[in-house]
């Protein structure tokens, strides 16, 4: 069994920054893409940002130049640092894994429990 776990989400004013955590427990042995979604209340969860394993970074228009993604492929993890908050980036924060292989088996689309970031103006 794999797991995501993410923290660092908050509260933060407008201007602010906050850096995200996501790691992935089990027995693994290797994450294919990695990602940050969003998502509010009544809304489609989107992308934010991905980042292969081989460093291969994708940005959502309305992130560029104030978040960065990065990872640790050694310690599983990959990290969001939100920079220049903004109120409109206020979401619940999903990491997500596309494919992760374990000792046991291979585990596709595997989502965390989702971490609250709120921006106040």
């Known amino acids: 069994q794999v797991q995501l776990v993410e923290s660092g989400g908050g509260l933060v004013q407008a201007g602010g920054s906050l850096r995200l955590s996501c790691v992935a427990s089990g027995s693994i042995f290797g994450i294919s893409v990695m990602g940050w979604f969003r998502q509010v209340p009544g809304k489609k969860r989107e992308l934010v940002a991905t980042?292969?394993?081989?460093?291969?970074?994708d940005y959502a228009d309305s992130v560029k130049g104030r978040f960065t993604i990065s990872r640790d492929n050694d310690k599983n993890t990959v990290y969001l640092q939100m920079n220049s908050l903004k109120p409109e980036d206020t979401a619940v924060y999903y990491c997500?894994?596309?494919?992760?292989?374990?000792?046991?088996?291979?585990?596709?689309?595997?989502w965390g429990q989702g971490t609250q970031v709120t921006v106040s103006s």
């Open positions: 997500n894994a596309d494919r992760i292989r374990s000792s046991s088996s291979w585990f596709y689309n595997v």
């Open positions: 980042i292969t394993s081989g460093g291969n970074i």
